[in-house]
């Protein structure tokens, strides 16, 4: 239980090493994974592929892109089999992924990964939820590939991206502790219509990396993406697993949202950038908090009824009795050690 001093403190474990073996996470310890691999057949992973089974390097130069795609995925597997291992019963895990389009030898085509992972996952004896389209919106509505104007060798432009949602053993059963938890964990009742759409459209993340002595582009998912799986599918002091860490999103969106976290990242260079990342976002945070806050009231205010329930910590009206107990916290401090990034959090705008 909860008391006193420790009652809101998270901490966040970043570490250096492959997620193909998790030896320092126990079975059932984590209770949601949110996270994007490398993307199998998009050029700038193939160095990453390459360097986990040579074989891949040799498929790509003899141009055989069928061989090249299935050992890409070989590599990935024993990470989805490690995420069932250390997921909780009922536990989630949400994967990023985008397909690909590429042509190595003779003929363009695309390589999906999302179908690719949806069946492992099933081998795996993951049940799958409904998923959801990420579209991301671009700045360069004109372009195309293949033959221009004339038919029929043109192509559609891939412009969005799958979140497959995964669930391990059926519905998550929560004890007394968790039950209050969870009612704290509840979203506003205007989040749950957009959040649980089956389509996001969702600005890209910057990625440029080009300060952090490390690849040139991130392939980092935007924070708003992270915060909103996170708190869709976890509640409060749960541990929210990232196994391929990136620039360190999902660990920012857990301390976000009073979650701990695990991340595993096998770039060192990329790794200090994240723990930094995750150490100096504190004032982002705030704002991103009093932001979703200040929408929640102005959403309040601009009803046409009056609202018949009333949140016990915030005091503004809400549209539900399941959103009366729920509360965002602000972070208050943040403290680094060699064994993780501790974070307290407090109900008083900083
Ligand atoms: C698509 S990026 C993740 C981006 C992340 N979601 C973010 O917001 O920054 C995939 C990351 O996985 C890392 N990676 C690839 N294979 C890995 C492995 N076997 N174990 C741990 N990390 C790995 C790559 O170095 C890369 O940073």
Partial sequence: MLSGMEEYRTKHHLKKQSSQEMPDIPDGSVNLVVTSPPYPMIEMWDHVFASLDPKIGKALAQKDGELAFDLMHKTLLPVWQEIYRVLSPGGIACINIGDATRKLSDDFRLYNSHSRISQDFARIGFQQLPGIIWQKPTNSPNKFMGSGMLPSNAYVTLEHEHILIFRKSGKRVFSNRENHLRRES????????????????????????????TRERSGAFPFEL????????????????????????????????ERHSIGLEIDAALM??????????????????????????????????????RNLHH??????????DLVVRYVSGVSASDIGVKVTYSVDPP
């Fill in 226 to 257: 992270a915060y909103r799986l996170v708190n869709m599918f976890s509640i409060k002091y749960d541990t929210v697993l990232d196994p391929f860490l990136g620039t360190g999103t999902t660990c920012l969106a857990a301390l976000a949202s």
């Fill in 315 to 324: 005091g503004f009206p809400v549209m539900t009795k399941q959103e009366v």
């Fill in 272 to 309: 200090n950038y994240a723990r930094k990342r995750i150490t100096t976002s504190v004032d982002l945070i705030n704002s991103f908090i009093a932001n979703r806050l200040a929408s929640h009231e102005k959403f309040v205010n601009n009803g046409l009824k009056e609202l018949k329930y």
């Fill in 186 to 213: 509840a979203f506003f009742w205007e989040e749950r219509n957009r959040w649980f759409s089956d389509q996001w459209a969702i600005k890209g993340e910057g990625q440029s990396l080009k300060a952090s002595g």
